[in-house]
C-alpha cells in the first residue's frame, strides 16, 4: 500500500525520459542520518529511484565534514550538507554546488527549540547572562542563531558561553546544572517535553523558512551527468511531496531506519520537505553566517547554486 501511493503522488516526476530496459545510473550518496534526511530514505524504501533508472548507494557518516570530504576527494558523488558548509567550501574555491533543497525550517513547524529546566529559574534571554548553552555545533546554523536570538531578546551575548554537546547529552547536562538552556532537536525534545520550558525559537532569528540542509555535487559531475542530475532532483521533489503529505507511513519507514519507536515519531515535530530551489531560502544563512565571521565575506546564494 505504501508503494502504490506513493507512486501515484510522484510517477510523473520519478520517472524523468530515459531509454526502456536502459541500465541503471550509479550514485554514491553520502549523508549523516536523521529526520532531516528522511526523504532520501523514503525513496529508497518505495522504489522511487529504481523506479527513475538510478541505482543510489547512500553511505551514512558521521558528520557533515565527512560527507564534504567524501564529494571533493570523489568517494562520493552526492552529499547533503548545511549552507554555511556549502559557502565554506565555495569561497576556499572549492568548485561545489547545490542542485536541490533538502529540509526546510518553518517557524510554524520547528524541529530545533532552545529550552530551559521548567524546575530552573531560567525563563528569559536575560536569565542566561552568564550562563553556558548547550548547542550541538559551534560554528554552525545551530550557534549563530541561538546568539542572534539571545541578542535580539536582550541578553548581552558576551556574557552567554556556547559549550557543544550532542543533543542525547543535554537533558543529562541541563539536569546537573552543566548548562543553564539546551538548543534542542528531535527526538529528544519530545521524549522529555514535560520537562522543559521553552525559551524561544532561534532559528526564527535567521529567517520564517531558509534551507537546513541541501543536496550538493562538484561542478564538473553536476555538469557531466546533467540528465542524472535531473532524475535525482525529479525523485527527490517526489519523495519530499510524499513524505510531506504522508506523516504516519513516513514515520513508520523512519521508525525503522532510525530504531526510533513509531509513537515516539509521530509524537514529534517533523521537518517539512523542500520541492524547489530557490535562493530566498539561503541568502539569510550566508548573511548571518557573513555578520558572525562564520563565512569571511559575503556570499550571494546564486554563486553556490547550481544551474541544471
Known sequence: ??????????????????????????????????????????????????DAGLDVDVQTLGNGGLVMSGVISG??????????????????????????????????????????????????????????????????????????????????????KMYEMPFAQMLPALNRGLIAAAFLGEPFLSAARDQFFTLGTPFEAIAKTFYINTYFATRSWIANNRDTVRRLTATLYGAARWVNTHRAESAAIEARWTKIDPDRLNAMARNTFATTLEARYYQPVLDIATRYKLLPVRLSAADIIAVI
Request: glycine letters at 8%.
Open 1 to 50: 500500500m505504501l508503494r502504490r501511493a506513493a507512486l501515484a503522488t510522484v510517477a510523473a516526476a520519478a520517472a524523468a525520459p530515459r531509454a526502456a530496459n536502459a541500465q541503471t545510473t550509479p550514485i554514491r550518496l553520502g549523508l549523516n542520518r536523521s529526520d532531516a534526511q528522511l526523504a532520501v530514505e523514503c525513496a529508497l524504501e518505495l522504489g522511487m529511484f529504481h
Open 75 to 160: 568517494a562520493l558523488d552526492v552529499g547533503i550538507c548545511d549552507d554555511i558548509a556549502l559557502g565554506n567550501a565555495a569561497l576556499h574555491g572549492i568548485p561545489i554546488a547545490g542542485f536541490a533543497g533538502g529540509a526546510l525550517f518553518t517557524v510554524d513547524a520547528p524541529t530545533l527549540v532552545l529550552v530551559s529546566l521548567k524546575s530552573g529559574p531560567i525563563r528569559t534571554a536575560k536569565d542566561l547572562n552568564g550562563q553556558t548553552v548547550g548547542v550541538v555545533m559551534l560554528q554552525s546554523q545551530s550557534s549563530v542563531a541561538t546568539t542572534e536570538w539571545l541578542r535580539t531578546h536582550g541578553a548581552d551575548v558576551s556574557l552567554v
